[in-house]
């Protein structure tokens, strides 16, 4: 079983179109996270959701908008798509008490190619 | 959040012992370390974390000196398949903190 699954895997597009990013974790996790990883491999968070909560929310356009159903999932909208965010698109879950608290649980990542 | 200075590349040969020190002065009382690695096409995978003096699991070993202002990550007898990017990462042991991942150290172990 995939602890953290993300679809699709990959996703190739036209600059101006709309795409969503799905994210679902089955480890009853209560935190959940998007990070994004550029050409150079830097890993930035995006936005993380407790509980279905917004908590972190980091200087990111107003054309991505997370959606948080319920606590096991987490998806990516993106309106307008630019060049730019051509990049992979990792999501992420964690705990917030108990056991061995903070450790990231990552998907395998979404490759957003934007043409 | 505490900054972390990392070497950008080591090269190693398989069977060696790999050290990788990561520097984070600023780092703060309930701060923990915590490393992870990346493989190329897969999310990061936690490693070992630590809060001071050593920690050791079946992967790795972490030494974090008395004044926690740096940590070294050892990989005992390294592989092919530790070839990967690794991540050291300084902040509360909460979930939900904003979990800053800075460039990393790319390891490329030769045969």
């Known amino acids: 079983d995939t602890a953290v699954s993300q679809t699709p895997k990959y996703l190739v597009t036209q600059m101006g179109n709309d795409k969503s990013i799905k994210c679902e974790q089955n480890l009853g996790h209560d935190t959940m996270y998007w990070y994004k990883q550029d050409s150079k491999k830097f890993l930035k968070i995006m936005f993380s959701?407790?509980?279905?909560?917004?908590?972190i929310n980091e200087t990111v356009p107003n054309r991505f908008s997370p959606k948080s159903p319920d606590k096991a999932h987490l998806n990516l909208h993106i309106n307008s798509l630019e060049l730019g965010d051509s990049a992979v698109y990792f999501c992420?879950?964690?705990?917030?008490?108990?056991?061995?608290?903070?450790?990231?649980?990552f998907g395998e990542g979404s490759r957003l190619t934007v043409l | 959040l505490a900054k972390t200075t990392q070497p950008i590349s080591m090269d190693s040969y398989e069977g060696q012992e790999v050290n990788i020190t990561c520097s984070h002065n600023?780092?703060?009382?309930?701060?923990?370390i915590t490393w992870y690695q990346q493989f190329p096409s897969q999310g990061p995978r936690f490693i070992i974390q630590g809060y001071k003096t050593k920690v050791t699991n079946e992967v790795a070993s972490l030494f974090i000196p008395a004044d926690r202002k740096s940590s070294t990550l050892s990989l005992p007898r390294v592989s092919l398949s530790d070839t990967a990017v690794y991540y050291c990462l300084v902040g509360p042991n909460t979930g939900g903190f904003k979990t800053i991942f800075g460039a990393g150290t790319r390891l490329f172990v030769k045969a």
């Open positions: 959701y407790n509980n279905k909560e917004l908590i």
């Open positions: 992420a879950s964690s705990r917030t008490s108990g056991g061995p608290t903070g450790e990231l649980f």
């Open positions: 600023n780092i703060a009382t309930n701060d923990y």
